[in-house]
C-alpha cells in the first residue's frame, strides 16, 4: 500500500474550528469532486449528487437546520451529498446503453439486468441501496476535501425533513450527509485524535471471532 493513500487518511479528521472568510472557488469544487466521480457503484448507477452552499444567509439558515451548531457558519462551506433512492428506474435508460456499449453484454444479459434495475422493492429496500452506494461517495468526498488542502466534518445531528424542503429536494432524492468545509483554525483546534480500533478488534480471518 502507498504511504500516501495511509497518510491521506490518518490526516483527514473531523474539525470543528475553522478560519472565517474562506470560501471555495468554483474551481476548487471542480478539483474536489473530480475524482469522486470514479466512486464505484452497483451497476454503475451513481446515484449521487451534491449541493454545494457558499451563500452566508444560506449558511445561517443551514445552521438552524443542523441544531446549530457553529462551525456550519464558520466553515464557510458547506457540501450536502445528495442520493436517488429511485434509481433503478429513473437511471435503467442510461445504465442499460452503457453496458451494452463498454461491455456488448448479450441479449439474455440485458434482459436480465433490466428486469433487476426495474424490479418493484419496498421503500426501505430502496433507501438501503441508495445509501450503500452513496456512502462510497461520501467517503471519498471526506478524502478528497483532505487531499485537496482543505477540512471538512461530517455531521448527523440534522433536521431531515427541514433540509429537504430548504434544498428543494424531489420526493425520490434523499439528504446522506451533510460535511463542512473550509480551512482549519490557526490557533483553535479539536485536540488530540480519538483512537481508532486495534486490527485484532476488528478483523477475523474466515469466520467471525476468529483471529490472525
Known amino acids: 500500500m502507498k504511504d500516501s493513500f495511509l497518510q ?4 483527514r479528521r473531523a474539525v470543528h474550528f ?3 472568510g474562506v470560501k ?9 469532486i473530480e475524482p469522486v466521480r470514479y466512486t464505484p457503484s452497483g451497476y454503475n448507477a451513481q ?7 457558499r451563500d452566508e444567509e444560506r449558511l445561517v439558515e443551514l445552521q438552524k437546520i443542523a441544531m446549530n ?5 464558520e466553515a464557510g462551506n458547506v457540501i450536502i451529498v445528495l442520493g436517488d433512492k429511485n434509481f433503478g428506474e429513473n437511471e435503467a435508460e442510461r445504465i442499460l446503453a452503457e453496458w451494452q456499449e463498454y461491455k456488448n453484454l448479450p441479449p439474455n444479459k440485458v434482459h436480465g ?3 433487476s434495475l426495474l424490479k418493484k422493492r ?4 430502496q433507501r438501503e441501496m441508495m445509501l450503500r452506494n452513496a456512502s462510497l461517495a461520501a467517503m471519498n468526498l471526506l478524502l478528497s476535501i483532505e487531499a485537496n488542502g482543505f477540512c471538512a466534518c461530517p455531521m448527523m445531528g440534522i433536521k431531515q425533513i427541514e433540509l429537504k424542503k430548504f434544498l428543494k429536494l424531489p420526493e425520490n432524492i434523499l439528504p446522506v450527509l451533510f460535511i463542512t468545509v473550509g480551512k482549519p483554525h490557526t ?5 488530540q485524535p480519538l483512537p481508532r480500533k486495534k486490527f485484532e478488534e476488528l478483523c477475523w480471518n474466515e469466520t467471525f471471532g476468529n483471529h490472525f
Do not use: R
Not at 471555495?24 to 474536489?32: C, F, P, Q, R
Not at 419496498?122 to 429496500?125: F, L, P, V
Open 8 to 11: 491521506l487518511n490518518q490526516a
Open 18 to 20: 475553522y478560519q472565517s
Open 24 to 32: 471555495l472557488s468554483d474551481e476548487d469544487i471542480k478539483n474536489i
Open 47 to 53: 446515484p449521487w449528487q451534491f449541493v454545494v452552499v
Open 69 to 73: 451548531q457553529s462551525h456550519v457558519t
Open 113 to 115: 439486468l433490466k428486469t
Open 122 to 125: 419496498e421503500d426501505w429496500k
Open 187 to 191: 490557533t483553535k483546534n479539536d485536540g
